[in-house]
């Protein structure tokens, strides 16, 4: 089967750039993106490509050589999936809030519901992509819902996980890894997998697209995030050590990195991981191994979220235990609030739990951060329903000049490791703090030797006291 047409449900940070791509890549194939949220594709298809709505290095020229040619942003999901030889499902799925599996399953509905539009708009027969990162076997779900129609259109469900990192997601989906693509044993199964394959081989090397069945592609993606989420832990236990110990978390990692069985990535210690996939991810897969009754696999995987949620706590108790005991009444600056630099996601931040944990002192929080809007920022803490939304507004503040957020404050909290946080002129933002001026680096990108020079009493994360 040659594809034509390509619906994607869901203009969010895959199917946004995944569409992109392909597009770019693929002139002859029409790609439609489709979501409910009209702010949103009115921010797709803005004249001025600096006001996407996500934020990635390289998008905006990608977004730019395709819409309007064979790449198309739009709320009239049943016309999209109409014409649409293959649909991609990349909707949220996050981490159930209420019922059975709260905390830990994935909430499907969104899911459900995508299922539900297709096979009642459907008039012809379409391969079903499943983009979104989903627990194992809910191809099946989606395909007992597509087989019942009683409209006589075939449906063939395949999976297409993303392993993208977000930041670096434009030169991901053109140089990837790997593309991993599973379906069905059957013939139309493999008729399926090879279409898209084909669409993929427009500019992928053949050797790099690996194929399996449907089951294990959902599992492997659970798996490498929780692989890669289980290294930022096991590093973060260690920095811990080196601060009692008088070690040097980075010259460890340097250390052990160099073994060719470790390697070094993902060794980077930190405030904690964030994202839309780590955690949910670990969490949907102690909920598996729960519901198989694998509880001692679900124990050793739930520590990793267990070790993060305590970085993020240590970091904010040093805060207050450095600032003697209390920071109520005292000005902290957050410089960042993404959860990592080169993206505007904030989803499972870590400055949102320490600025939650410090919000709680009674700190006054003022944050700037180059991408990340007011609105989003607020709405992070809204949403942990701590506080009002009058108490979150009196006591956090959103300036859009570093210097100023910066200005008469106890403490500066480097949250996102922004590469223009190491060209401020910091002897300027010495000068215009409170004495003690301290720097907590919760991301280790700063010479906090240099800092100590100018004055500054600094904290880095896994740096113990000689």
């Known amino acids: 089967m040659k594809i034509k047409t390509i619906c994607c449900i869901g203009a969010g940070y895959v199917g946004g750039p995944t569409m992109a791509v392909i597009a770019q890549q693929c002139s002859h194939i029409k790609v439609t993106v489709v979501d409910l949220n009209a702010s949103r594709i009115a921010a797709w298809n803005d004249a001025d490509l600096n006001k996407l709505p996500v934020f990635e290095p390289g998008l905006d020229k990608v977004v730019g050589e395709a819409r309007g040619r064979n790449l198309f942003f739009s709320t009239d999901v049943d016309q999209a999936i109409d014409e649409a030889d293959m649909i991609f499902i990349s909707v949220n799925t996050p981490t159930k809030t209420y019922g059975k599996g709260k905390g830990m399953a994935a909430d499907l509905k969104y899911i459900e519901l995508c299922a539900r539009q297709i096979a009642s708009v459907s008039k012809s027969n379409k ?17 007992n819902i597509l087989d019942h129609t009683g409209n006589g259109v075939e449906f063939q469900i395949l999976s297409n996980p993303e392993f993208l990192a977000e930041g670096t997601a434009i030169e991901d989906l053109l140089s990837p890894d ?3 693509i599973g379906g069905d044993t059957s013939d139309k199964g493999q008729e399926a997998i090879q279409a898209l394959v084909d669409v993929y081989a427009n500019w992928v090397p053949k050797e790099r697209i690996l194929t399996t069945n449907v089951w294990s592609s959902e599992l492997s993606k659970l798996t490498a995030n929780a692989f890669l989420a289980q290294r930022v832990s096991s590093i973060n236990s260690i920095s811990a050590l080196c601060e009692k110990t008088g070690a040097d978390v980075n010259e460890v990692a340097k250390a052990i990195g160099l073994d060719s069985r470790i390697g070094s990535k993902f060794l980077k210690s930190s405030v904690g991981f964030g994202g839309s996939c780590f955690q949910k991810d670990i969490l949907n897969l102690v909920y598996i191994a729960k519901t198989y009754g694998l509880n001692e696999v679900a124990d050793y995987w739930e520590q990793v979220i267990i070790m993060n949620d305590y970085q993020k706590n240590r970091f904010s108790n040093n805060i207050v235990s450095t600032l003697y005991n209390t920071v109520s ?24 739990q320490v600025a939650d944990n410090l919000l709680n002192e009674q700190a006054h929080i003022e944050v700037y951060d180059p991408k990340v809007s007011e609105e989003r920022m607020y709405a992070d803490l809204d949403y942990l329903n701590t506080r009002t939304e009058a108490e979150n507004r009196a006591l956090l503040k959103v300036l859009k000049d570093p210097y100023q957020a910066c200005k008469e404050s106890h403490a500066i909290a480097v949250l996102t490791e922004w590469d223009e946080f190491k060209t401020y002129d910091w002897q300027r933002i010495y000068n215009n703090m409170l004495k003690p001026a301290f720097v907590f680096d919760g991301r280790g990108i700063l010479d906090t030797k240099a800092l100590e020079k100018i004055g500054f009493v600094c904290y880095s994360i896994g740096k113990g006291s000689k």
Request: overall charge positive; charged content about 30%.
């Open 127 to 143: 391969i079903v992509v499943e983009k979104s990162t989903l627990p194992v076997r809910t191809a099946s779900a989606i395909k």
């Open 178 to 180: 790997r593309v991993l």
């Open 329 to 352: 009444g005292k000005k902290i600056t957050f410089l960042g609030w993404a959860f990592k630099k080169d993206t505007n996601d904030t989803r499972e931040s870590a400055a949102i």
